[in-house]
């Protein structure tokens, strides 16, 4: 057989791997293959990027009734800041995104990427002053508004009745301090003949809000000074680690992972919704799960006190609209209704926490759910907005370098490598030194 | 040139084509790209702005710390996971001498051996991510299995015992990864590396060591350890390369870098660095950094290493 036209056919091989090759690159970077934003047959799309919590549906099916179908709404769920962040980058806008820390908030802020509200806002008539007003240091960066939440949620007491009375143990009341709270935990606490947990009296508890009731902060008012390594933190510290370290009536990790594996399913909330503890602390939205166990006998009270001062946790998400997007208008037409009575009242009897604006979370639909009349407390949660208060910011560290520095020392702390005053010590010591050397070299900050 | 070299040359050059043009875009222009970051502070958003040596001083150097009375590293993140990353890499020793076991017991003329290199050889091709977290409770403190057979073993001796915190300690964290690590590798391709230089080994050296009395241990130092050092070599310098640059996955899945950071490796670190704070700047000299510690550690156990490599 002649060699040449077996030459050609390799070449002509070849040929065809490089011709798909650039056929291949064409069609990916064609525009058609972009992720939409663009009209399609008409309709103007706007992308949300959020959490994938069920309710989610009912709130598009909620626009859906209420605007027609001009704007179709793409959930894109899972809103992690990274992935966020990255589609940013790379020029793929969302419409609207969920951020749920005042941190995120200031750094998506710091990096321009967020559009000023303010004049849609006056155009559609939305008020700052009809939101709940803790919820300022999620919306604002400076004198502009960057974000609008829906929804927002302060941390209260949530026990499995049963546990409590087949434990013969009081239900908790409003007046409670944390000594009662924590009598409670140990009669709730159970274990084997070896000492392993079979179910704990109480979750995870987040430090913060037996942080403020003792008087401490985590930051000084300008942000400039770490204050962890006060008296009053540190004795905060010492109570709070108490729970874990010398009660045992709160779970480790490896314990919570232990847990799931024995019939729950893993992670707090989860374990209280299978019964594995009788008390944990969080907010409003986690009902959406809680309503799923229908043998679950929930109910929730104020969360305990010191008498010093009164302070629980609020969390928020707010949606924002990306600078760069081109459906401004259609994601404020979808944020504006976000806003509006109908979704509001999908908030209050879906569970998803507390309407974001103040008449609709006092409303006589949020107080009473027909569908759920078990639920006879909500007025516990409108009660602790009274003193409640977002996670503390400081503009002059990234937020992650914080985290990685508390989580580390409290790592050492739970190894009881350090004391919890100890642990309070090194946290305010390695914080203020980042805080000075990034008000020397701004640069270094995020 | 002829016709017939001119269509060869082009074939070639066309099959050639797709990995060397992969290579420049996917591999050249990003290293190109991430050296120059070195020089900036871009953080994905606003444009890049020419930083010089910043981002440099930033990570390698120290400052007098007034408030503290004392001078500090700059970064000194860094530093505790270089520590970590160098911690971790002692493994590679023993997982080179684990290989090498294997492959000498699997390059045993058996019945059913392939059978014993087919389940040596399995950990590499499970998923990754799934062994970590079958190891993540195996490690359990309170239900894995390792704690398990210790507590019942102290039941059956009559000693109460309690096995250790093996992720959730600072001591026992990183040990556990490079057991854990250990038992991955041990039937890797390293094995296969081993097995392929064993085979590779001329049989009339053998004859002539059985000749001259040579007991076992002689043979496998006189013979078949120098017989199998280029190979030794090649595995050496690649799981040195591999150890600055791994650890990643672990954090990820495992431990988030903790307890304590006990388990942060450079990687991770620049992961963290760029992806979650995209400080891609930063990140960047801190790539380029682990760069050129690699680059100096591959020349110089190239340059006293290769000393000792036979080429028979």
Redesign the interface.
């Known amino acids: 057989m002649s ?2 036209p077996d ?2 056919a ?2 002509a091989a ?2 065809s ?2 011709a798909s ?1 650039v056929l291949g690159a064409a069609l990916l970077t064609a525009p058609g293959c972009a992720p939409g934003r663009s009209s399609r047959e008409g309709k103007v799309t706007v992308r949300w990027v959020v959490d994938p919590n069920p309710v989610r549906q009912d709130q598009i099916a909620g626009f859906y009734r209420t605007h027609g179908r001009k704007i179709e709404i793409i959930l894109d769920p899972d809103a992690g ?2 992935k966020v ?2 589609q ?2 790379g020029g793929i806008y969302p419409e609207l995104f969920a951020i749920y820390d005042p941190a995120s908030v200031q750094v998506f802020a710091r ?3 967020l559009t000023d509200l303010r004049p849609m806002m006056k155009k559609h008539g939305i008020r700052l002053e009809d939101f709940w007003p803790q919820l300022a240091p999620y919306m604002r960066y400076g004198d502009q508004v960057v974000g609008l939440p829906d929804n927002c949620g302060t941390f209260v007491l949530f026990y499995n009745r049963r546990l409590f009375r087949e434990a013969g143990v009081p239900y908790p009341r409003a007046g409670w301090d944390w000594n009662d709270l924590l009598e409670a935990a140990r009669r709730l606490t159970r274990r084997d003949a ?1 000492g ?1 947990a079979l179910q704990f009296g109480i979750g995870y508890i987040e430090p913060w809000m037996i942080f403020w009731q003792y008087g401490a902060r985590m930051y000084s008012d300008d942000g400039k000074r770490c204050l962890l390594d006060s008296p009053e933190a540190r004795k905060a510290a010492e109570f709070w680690a108490s729970f874990r370290l010398t009660e045992r009536v709160t779970p ?4 919570e ?2 847990l799931a ?2 019939g729950g399913w893993g992670g707090t909330a989860n374990l209280f919704k299978a019964e594995k503890i009788a008390m944990h602390i969080v907010g409003r939205w986690m009902i959406v799960e809680y309503r799923k166990n229908r043998k679950l006998e929930w109910d929730v009270a104020p969360i305990p006190q010191t008498g010093k001062v009164r302070a629980t946790l609020l969390a928020s998400k707010v949606y924002a609209i990306p600078k760069g997007n081109r459906n401004k208008e259609a994601a404020f037409t979808f944020l504006k209704y976000l806003m509006s009575k109908e979704n509001q009242l999908i908030v209050a009897a879906t569970g998803d926490g507390i309407p974001s604006i103040r008449a609709y979370g006092e409303s006589r639909e949020f107080l009473y759910n027909p569908d759920y009349p078990n639920e006879r407390n909500n007025r516990v949660f409108l009660e602790e907005m009274r003193w409640a208060r977002p996670p503390e910011v400081s503009p002059y560290i ?1 937020e ?1 370098d914080a985290t ?1 520095i508390f ?3 409290m ?2 702390m ?2 009881r ?1 350090q004391t919890p005053s100890q642990a309070c010590e090194r946290i305010a ?2 914080i ?2 980042i805080i ?2 990034n008000i020397a ?1 701004p ?2 900050r ?1 | 040139m002829t016709r017939r070299q001119k269509a060869e040359s082009l074939a070639a050059l066309a099959f050639l084509a797709p990995n060397v043009a992969g290579f420049l875009v996917f591999t050249l222009l990003p290293v190109v790209g991430a050296f120059l970051l070195a020089f900036t502070n871009w953080d994905l958003f606003r444009p890049p702005r020419w930083v010089g040596l910043f981002n440099f001083v930033s990570l390698l150097g120290w400052h007098y710390d007034e408030y503290a009375g004392r001078t500090v590293m700059n970064d000194p993140f860094f530093w505790k996971y270089v520590y970590n990353t160098v911690y971790l890499m002692m493994a590679i020793p023993l997982g080179i001498a684990g290989s090498l076991i294997c492959a000498l017991l699997m390059n045993q003329r058996l019945r059913g051996i392939t059978v014993f290199r087919t389940i040596y050889f399995l950990p590499t091709v499970c998923s990754g991510v799934a062994i970590l977290i079958l190891w993540k409770w195996l490690y359990n403190n309170d239900i894995g299995l390792f704690n398990t057979l210790i507590r019942q073993l102290g039941d059956w001796i009559g000693v109460p015992m309690q096995g250790p915190n093996w992720l959730g300690s600072t001591e026992w964290a990183k040990p556990s990864l490079m057991l854990m690590g250990l038992w991955t590798g041990l039937g890797g391709f390293n094995m296969i590396l081993y097995l392929a230089a064993l085979q590779g080994v001329p049989r009339e050296q053998y004859e002539a060591a059985a000749m001259d009395g040579a007991s076992a241990w002689q043979t496998f130092w006189a013979v078949t350890w120098p017989g199998i050092s280029p190979t030794t070599f090649f595995i050496l310098i690649m799981s040195v390369i591999g150890g600055f640059q791994g650890g990643f996955m672990t954090a990820n899945v495992m431990t988030q870098g903790g307890p304590a950071g006990s388990t942060t490796t450079i990687e991770y670190y620049i992961y963290n660095v760029a992806f979650t704070r995209f400080l891609m700047g930063y990140a960047s000299a801190i790539a380029w950094v682990l760069f050129l510690v690699i680059l100096a550690i591959t020349l110089l156990t190239w340059r006293f290493g290769g000393r000792r490599v036979t080429y028979v």
């Open positions: 060699r040449t030459l050609r390799r070449a070849a040929g791997i490089l090759l800041r990274q962040l990255t940013l980058a990096k321009g990427v070896r392993r480790s990790p490896s314990e992972q232990g594996a024995m990234s992650l990685a989580n580390e020392e790592d050492l739970w190894q490598k010591a390695r203020n030194a000075r050397r070299n640069n270094l995020d």
